[in-house]
């Protein structure tokens, strides 16, 4: 199945005054697809990106997630669906300070349930895998931002998610930093990994496969690489 399927999947705000935040829209994120979608600020992208990770309900259509219809599941499954199936990256690392590189890692193996043996062999990995294998147990204060940034996405990576959902993955980070933070997700999606990434930011939009534009809440049609 795919990753992603959304059919007519919209978001109002009751307010008042009431906000269509996001209209009627379709999307399919096969599984190993690099999507970027981009807006400016008050588009709806945080609105999308709440849906998307199960972090809001949308006021009609139907979300299936890797072929699961997350609409008829009661909030606990989605809340351990969120924590097997989708990793976050956000702009802030949201990393708590006093803990290690891996005990931030393994503290998403705690939530997700993975045995205690397993967690820090995985998060060793995890870490690894981004780059960080020298830097197991630094503290957050001692890492540089894009470091910072590897350790969220060593996190995020750890469950083996079907999703990584990033929110302006680059946007606290220097440009030298932020081109290196982006090869690494150009990697990990050359490895199988499907990436949506939510972002204002042209030159982060340029490295996905396919970059879609939402304005006044409405999505555009898809562009490719050949389209663009
Ligand atoms: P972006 O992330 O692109 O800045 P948002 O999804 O945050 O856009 O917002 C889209 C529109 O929906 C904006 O007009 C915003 O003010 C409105 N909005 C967002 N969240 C809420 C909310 N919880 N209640 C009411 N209006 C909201
Ligand atoms: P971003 O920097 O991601 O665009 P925003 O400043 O648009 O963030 O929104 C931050 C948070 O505030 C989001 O969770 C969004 O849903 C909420 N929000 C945005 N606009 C409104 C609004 N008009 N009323 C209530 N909540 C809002």
Redesign the pocket.
Known sequence: PAVIRLRGVSRT?PGPPE?T?LRPADLVVARGDYVAVVGP??SG???L??LLGLLDRPSTGSYDLDGVDVGALAERDRTALRGSRIGFVF?TFHLLPHRTAAENVMLAQVYNGTARARRRPAAVAALSQVGLGHRIDSLPTTLSGGECQRVAIARALVNAPALLLC??PTGNLDSGNAARLLDLLDALNAGGLTLVVIT?AAEVADRAQRVISIKDGTLSKARTREER
């Open positions: 705000y906000v935040a600020s008050g992208k945080s609105t990106l709440n702009q929110d302006e204002h």
